[in-house]
C-alpha cells in the first residue's frame, strides 16, 4: 500500500510547491538574490523521504548554498535493515560529502533549479560470503558461509532538480551513480579445488526525494 501513496504524495506536494512559487517575482540581479538569501537563509537541512516511506531506514542531509550557481554539503545515511532477513548485501551506514552546480531556474532563489553534482560516498558494508570447498573431508561442509563487514569509498556523479518557494521550504529529486574503488579486492582464503561466490557490487547508486527547510 505504502508504494502506491509515493506517486500520490509527490504529485500533491509538487502542486503546492508550484502554486506557491508562482506568487514569487522573478529575480534578476546576483543583488536580489543576494538579499533573498539574506532572508530565506542559505543553509538547509532535509530528509529524504523515501528511504522512510519503503524501509527502516533515515537519510539527513545538509546543503550550505555559496550563491545562485553553487552549493556544497553531505548527507548521511544509517539503514536499519537486518541482512540476514531479505538480501545478501547491504549499505549500513554511509557519508556522502558533495558539491553541486546549478542552471537555469538558479536565479529565483539561488541554490534552486536543475543541478549537476559530484560526490565521494564513504560507506560501511556487509554482505554474505560463500566459499566452495569441492575436496573436503568427509567431516566437513561443502559450503563454508560468514558474513563479510568491510568499509568501501565510491565517487560518483548525480543530477537533479529543486524547488524552493517563498517560505524556504524546499523539494527535490535527485538520481547518481558512482563506482566502489575496492570492489573486487577481497584476500579471499579459498582452498585448493574450491572457489568464492558473494555479491558485492561494484556500482553505488544515491538518489532520492527529499523535503527541506532553509534558515
Do not use: C
Not at 523515501?50 to 545515511?77: M, R
Not at 566437513?140 to 548525480?158: C, F, H, M, R, Y
Amino acid at each position: 500500500m505504502r508504494y502506491f501513496l509515493i506517486p500520490l504524495f509527490i504529485l500533491l506536494f509538487t502542486q503546492a510547491y508550484s502554486q506557491d512559487i508562482q506568487q514569487v517575482e522573478v529575480l534578476k540581479s546576483d543583488r536580489q538574490v543576494t538579499e533573498l538569501l539574506d532572508e530565506l537563509g542559505n543553509y538547509e537541512i532535509k530528509l529524504d523521504v523515501i528511504d522512510l516511506l519503503t524501509q527502516p531506514a533515515i537519510n539527513i542531509g545538509y546543503e550550505k548554498i555559496n550563491d545562485s550557481y553553487s552549493s556544497y554539503g553531505a548527507d548521511v545515511f544509517f539503514n536499519f535493515n537486518d541482512n540476514n532477513a531479505s538480501r545478501s548485501w547491504s549499505e549500513k551506514f554511509s557519508l556522502n560529502p558533495f558539491y553541486r552546480f546549478y542552471f537555469l531556474n538558479k536565479t529565483d532563489f539561488g541554490g534552486e533549479g536543475y543541478f549537476a553534482e559530484v560526490f565521494i560516498k564513504f560507506s560501511n558494508v556487509e554482505y554474505d560470503r560463500n566459499i566452495y570447498n569441492y575436496d573436503s573431508f568427509p567431516n566437513e561442509p561443502l559450503i563454508t558461509s560468514d558474513e563479510i563487514k568491510s568499509w568501501d569509498i565510491a565517487p560518483g556523479v548525480g543530477v537533479g532538480r529543486k524547488w524552493v518557494n517563498k517560505k524556504g521550504w524546499t523539494f527535490e529529486y535527485m538520481i547518481g551513480l558512482g563506482r566502489y574503488l575496492f570492489a573486487g579486492s577481497e584476500n579471499d582464503d579459498v582452498p585448493d579445488g574450491g572457489s568464492v561466490s558473494h555479491y558485492r557490487p561494484e556500482a553505488s547508486f544515491k538518489g532520492g526525494i527529499s523535503i527541506g527547510k532553509r534558515f
